[in-house]
């Protein structure tokens, strides 16, 4: 199913060779999706899925953030920044002078909190744009392609 390059622009994107460009131009179509939901509660969808991951723990390094979302250290320091900065996240000492900890502060968990009806709305949008079916199958597909990557 071809989904238009933007909503309410009719015009189907074609095919591209590249795996690659790909994935990375359906990232960039949902991305949009999801920073306009997200955008009533000052997030952009990469903010979102770090206040997401911090949630489900208690604390985490920053190394093993990046490794789970396969995000380099510059980008992720880049996106930590501003969510570090509100006061939604604080670094914890690790078990030397390098490592830090990353975890949510209480403010962090009421963000994460106010952003979850705008995230699941962008769900919803995009699992009824889809159907249920394709939904599982590219969620599938995604982790398969994810996990491939990391066995490089």
Known sequence: MDLPTKPGHGMAAPPLPCLCASLRRAA??????????????????????LLQVLTGQKAITQTQLGSLLALDPTTLSRTLRP?????WIRRLPGSDRRERYLALTPRGRRQAERARPH????QG????????????????????????????
């Open 28 to 49: 960039r179509a949902i991305s949009q999706l999801y920073d306009a939901e997200l955008r009533a509660v000052g997030l952009r969808s990469t903010q979102n899925t």
């Open 119 to 122: 995230w699941q709305r962008a």
């Open 125 to 152: 949008r995009m699992r009824k744009r889809l159907g249920v079916a394709e939904w599982g199958r590219i969620m599938g597909a995604l982790l398969r392609v994810t996990r491939a990557m990391q066995e490089t």
């Open 83 to 87: 969510l570090e900065r509100r006061g």
